[in-house]
């Protein structure tokens, strides 16, 4: 844009004499310009402006206004920049002035506006009367000419007319050197780019844009120009599969373009958008969501519902409304979306088709296969039109994906061929696009039942791997995902392992590969979000394994499922508990890590800020802070890492349970841990004492999950369970060896299930067993290796809130302070219970106990609260607050209703309450699966600390507290599950004794290596 002041310079001719007044207005506003100062800028020009026209010095005052215009567009206001330059033509046409290039220059940028407006036809209207008015010209300079043509070759392929573009750039660039300057040049590099990038030549896209970044860094170009450039050489990598090249250019482009007066100028939308969706084919939820959401809350300030800029971010953002299952709401994006998009390019243009094919693909998830197929073949028609080959084979993907949901194999396989031989013409031959269409192929041939086609690709793969000539992890792991299904149908027809033993060879290979793609994930909630998608893999890996085992009985394949089984087991919990053990171990110094702390804290206030506000500019600037903080985070977390290697090397090390080490170091013989995996048919169980080991299958029962939904119906209603439970029990745990201490590690809608009032056909479990409940064996690890806040004593702090117009809390109060007493603790009652009490003495108390009021948001479970008293303060504490605190305590007590009750999350469990105060660092806690009513509750938690100071263990002192108050009440209706089974205990449940033990062993250990550490530094020389 501000090339276009270097062509003033050229055909304006400035007033021989400017009053002192206004020639010092004029060159403030040059100096303002020049420093990107536009606000200052806009000021002085408008008032030379004035001047100038006061005194008819028409040259002067067009000067000045091409100025104010500039700026207008540099802020994305449109109209504005219109008027100036309507208002300039209408000045220039009533005076006596006639030069051509003053007029050509002044049309070519009502052009540029309309164009950047999205109004291309009348761009291109604007155009042709500048082209046919120049031609005429004989003696007008070649230089004119070339802004004429930059200007028109931009909106020639803006509208599809690729070919035209290339024609006309090409044209230009060979006039004289005299003609074009090296910035000029640069920028017809660029739009040469732009045509052959959505013409679908993606190699030679990538070569022109980069000759025009190299030209403009060395011509120092303007921040704008620069970030338009980084932007498009984003672009082309995406396009290209180069997804860490492409965010590294979109972040190039995003920090050029903020250097340029922030987000109030310059095209910030359009490089946000872009990078969310990069995010979102990484799916990335969380990241997406930050930089889409930014994004369109921005262009509807600026551009309003219906502008092309808001059509375009709408389009992006159907990705992250797919990723969430919005489905309705993507398709209203979309059709939007399209229909100001073809208004602006037309319909023979990429990114109608876009819309066009992300339309059929939703219809496709939705199951509605004749819209499907009907936008996929109205895309398709297009493309062939355009002849865009690319845009062709994801209209054939698409199709062939619609086909394999409708079991149509042989179809689907047509189209995924048609889809592979494009993508093969058009990338080189090991792309990710080229390699995912195949894998795509061979899926549908395994279906179709031609398994040896099939296999033939996989091999083909995994070769190229090998040959380090396959570097996308994903499609390693889908590879070898399909290569276990084969070989388990070829099992079930033929009974022979030989293929099941093939397949087994690539266990460690597909570990290795989901190890690197999590990696690429910094967020827990991208973390929990790339788990939903790996069960499906972990499911046929672990029949593999079984089917191996009951045919060899070989400790190996049981070790390998097990492994299966916890590695996609709360992977962002395991992570959050150990993430500051390794720091510390690592010399990570203490106030990075206080830096670290400070932007989480302020990411979750504004996360919860923006839950609940409704200005439109205020969560504008709320989301612009949580970019920002969200950043400088991901800048830190990248920086330690660097900085300080073994965190690397501990952060991304395996940490999983062997069954050994979980059987020789965290189970007595009184102990058995059961481990269950929800397959998509069969329920995998793990039964595993201190020195055997059971590994079970059994087909799921279909009505399971429907006896555990009325189950818990049942409990809430008081109704009689007794058969329904003991059905349950008999699927879930009948026949295997338990010990009288079970560890539970549940999956799936089992996460609900409150084990002890199963019946065994004798009583409830509770009579028999001491029960508790862990993420992952791994977890449990984790939980147990954590270091212990090295205390002399117990400290134990407990919170009441009152709550007004509230009685269903008048137990808690007495509860806290009975308990208080008997702990020799400090109770905060009534309206000391705040936030801010609890905030101070969380990081030092060794038990906290939390009567207070919860609650659950069943979508997104960081909005899940605590609901202290307000004090003057706040008086909510969300789950995002906890996350982000440290509190090292030995063990939680939430006597709250449904602290471990949430969203049910795919290979991480349930989102509770519970989950995040373990996240924060607490061993354990005591949490409830519903409300319990507030008088049992007191009883029940009296009895539980009474066991705890006996020297109980954990999960022991819970069974027997509530064994003494079925024992203690007279009335039979209060001894049904629903006033006693909503607690439960969940993590490390050693006794408290056993935790403050370590302090003395610690001090044991310590001081002889303090007395003789000298004689130890010497021997150890």
């Given at each position: ?171 230009t660039l060979n006039l004289s050197e005299y003609s074009i300057s090296d910035l000029n040049r640069a920028e017809l590099l660029n739009n040469l780019g732009s045509a052959y990038l959505l013409k679908g030549d993606f190699n030679k896209a990538h070569s022109y844009y980069n000759k025009a970044y190299e ?665 995002s607050d906890i996350y982000g605190l440290s509190i090292p305590s030995e063990m939680i007590v939430l006597s709250a209703c449904n602290t471990g009750f949430g969203k049910l999350e795919k290979g991480e469990g349930v989102m509770s309450m519970s989950r995040a105060f373990h996240y924060a660092g607490a ?99």
């Amino acid at each position: 844009m501000k090339k276009l002041m270097i062509f003033h310079l050229c055909f304006l001719i400035s007033s021989s004499v400017f009053s002192l007044q206004e020639d010092e207005a004029y060159q403030k506003g040059v100096v303002a310009y020049t420093h990107y100062n536009y606000k200052e800028a806009l000021l002085h020009f408008k008032l030379a402006s004035s001047y100038f026209l006061e005194k008819n010095d028409i040259r002067s005052y067009l000067k000045s206004q091409m100025y104010i215009s500039n700026i207008e567009i540099y802020k994305n206001n449109f109209p504005s920049a219109l008027e100036t330059i309507n208002i300039s033509i209408k000045n220039y046409t009533s005076s006596t002035i006639k030069n051509d290039s003053l007029w050509g220059e002044l049309m070519n940028t009502k052009a540029v506006i309309h164009r950047k407006d999205g109004l291309t036809t009348k761009a291109l209207q604007i155009s042709d009367e500048i082209l046919k008015e120049q031609l005429k010209k004989s003696t007008l300079p070649k230089y004119n000419l070339v802004r004429t043509y930059t200007v028109r070759s931009n909106i020639l392929w803006t509208i599809g007319r690729f070919d035209e573009a290339i024609q006309l750039i090409k044209k230009t660039l060979n006039l004289s050197e005299y003609s074009i300057s090296d910035l000029n040049r640069a920028e017809l590099l660029n739009n040469l780019g732009s045509a052959y990038l959505l013409k679908g030549d993606f190699n030679k896209a990538h070569s022109y844009y980069n000759k025009a970044y190299e030209l403009k860094l060395e011509n120092k170009a303007n921040l704008y120009d620069l970030a338009i450039t980084t932007f498009n050489i984003g672009v082309v990598n995406e396009a290209l599969g180069d997804y860490d090249k492409a965010i590294e250019f979109y972040q190039k482009s995003a920090a050029y373009d903020l250097r340029n007066q922030g987000e109030e100028v310059g095209f910030i939308t359009d490089i946000y958008t872009a990078i969310s969706g990069i995010y979102a084919k990484k799916n990335d939820l969380e990241k997406a969501e930050e930089y889409i959401d930014k994004a369109l809350k921005k262009a509807m300030i600026v551009y309003g519902e219906n502008h092309l800029n808001t059509a375009n971010i709408k389009a992006w953002y159907v990705r992250c409304l797919k990723l969430k299952g919005e489905y309705a709401i993507s398709l209203d994006f979309d059709k939007k979306a399209l229909r100001v998009r073809e208004k602006s390019y037309g319909v023979y243009n990429w990114f109608p088709i876009q819309n066009l094919t992300s339309i059929a693909d939703t219809y496709v998830k939705l199951a509605d296969y004749v819209e499907a197929e009907k936008y996929y073949k109205e895309a398709l028609r297009r493309s062939k039109k355009m002849d865009s080959k690319f845009q062709e084979a994801e209209c054939y993907q698409g199709l062939g994906d619609m086909h394999m949901k409708q079991k149509k194999y042989r179809e689907a396989i047509d189209f995924y061929t048609k889809a592979f031989i494009n993508f093969s013409n058009h990338f080189y031959k090991n792309h990710r696009y080229v390699l995912k269409s195949e894998l795509l192929l061979a899926e549908a041939l395994f279906k179709q039942g031609n398994h040896k086609k099939a296999f033939a690709i996989i091999q083909k793969h995994l070769a190229l791997y090998t040959k380090g000539e396959h570097d996308f992890p994903l499609l390693i792991v889908e590879a070898i995902h399909l290569n276990n299904c084969i070989a388990l149908t070829q099992y079930t027809n033929s009974k022979t392992i030989k293929s099941v033993e093939e397949s087994y060879k690539n266990m460690d290979l597909m570990i290795q590969n989901i190890r690197e793609i999590k990696k690429q994930y910094t967020t827990d909630r991208s973390l929990i979000n790339v788990g939903r998608k790996n069960p499906d893999y972990f499911d046929k890996a672990i029949e593999i394994c079984y089917v191996l085992f009951q045919n060899t009985q070989q400790k190996k394949y049981l070790e390998k499922a097990f492994q299966f089984s916890e590695i996609n087991r709360n992977s962002a919990l395991v992570k959050g508990i150990k993430d500051k053990q390794f720091k510390k171990i690592a010399g990570v110094p203490d106030s990075l890590l206080q830096q670290e702390n400070m932007l989480k804290r302020k990411l979750s206030s504004i996360r919860t800020a923006l839950h609940t506000q409704t200005h439109s500019f205020k969560i504008d600037s709320m989301m612009s802070l949580r970019l920002k903080y969200s950043m400088k985070l991901d800048d830190l977390l990248h920086k330690i890492e660097r900085d300080y290697p073994r965190y690397y090397q501990l952060k991304y090390a395996d940490h999983t349970i062997k069954v050994s080490q979980l059987q020789k170091e965290y189970l007595d013989i009184n102990t058995t841990l059961i481990e269950y995996f929800a397959g998509e048919e069969n329920l995998y169980i793990f039964a595993i004492n201190n020195n055997t080991i059971h590994f079970k299958k059994f087909p799921i029962i279909k009505d399971l999950t429907k006896s555990i939904k009325e189950l818990r119906k049942q409990i809430l209603n008081q109704q009689n369970i007794k058969e329904n439970s003991e059905r349950i029990f008999t699927a879930l745990l009948k026949n295997l060896n338990l010990k009288e201490t079970l560890i539970l590690v549940t999956d799936n809608i089992l996460n609900y299930v409150p084990f002890e009032v199963l019946h065994t056909g004798k009583g409830y479990m509770l009579e028999e067993y001491a029960i508790s409940y862990v993420g992952s064996a791994t977890v449990l690890k984790a939980l147990t290796e954590r270091p212990s806040r090295i205390t002399k004593e117990m400290k134990w702090h407990g919170f009441a809130p009152k709550y007004e117009n509230d009685n269903s809390f008048a137990s808690s109060y007495a509860e806290v302070k009975s308990i208080s007493k008997m702990m020799k603790g400090e109770a905060y009652l009534g309206k000391e219970a705040s936030v801010k009490n609890f905030i101070t003495e969380a990081a030092n108390s060794s038990i906290l106990h939390l009567a207070t009021h919860a609650e659950i948001d069943k979508k997104n479970a960081m909005m899940n609260k605590l609901i202290f008293s307000e004090n003057g303060n706040k008086n909510i504490l969300m789950a995002s607050d906890i996350y982000g605190l440290s509190i090292p305590s030995e063990m939680i007590v939430l006597s709250a209703c449904n602290t471990g009750f949430g969203k049910l999350e795919k290979g991480e469990g349930v989102m509770s309450m519970s989950r995040a105060f373990h996240y924060a660092g607490a061993k354990s806690t005591v949490m409830s699966l519903w409300k319990v009513p507030d008088k049992e509750t007191s009883v029940i938690m009296n009895y539980f600390y009474k066991s705890l100071k006996k020297g109980y263990a954990k999960d022991r002192a819970l069974q027997q507290a509530k064994l003494q108050y079925l024992g203690s009440v007279k009335d039979n209706a209060l001894k049904h599950p629903f006033y006693w089974a909503g607690f439960v205990v969940s993590g490390n449940t050693e006794s408290l004794e056993q935790g403050f033990l370590r302090w003395w062993m610690t001090i044991l250990v310590l001081v002889p290596v303090f007395i003789f550490r000298k004689k130890l530094i010497k021997f150890f020389e």
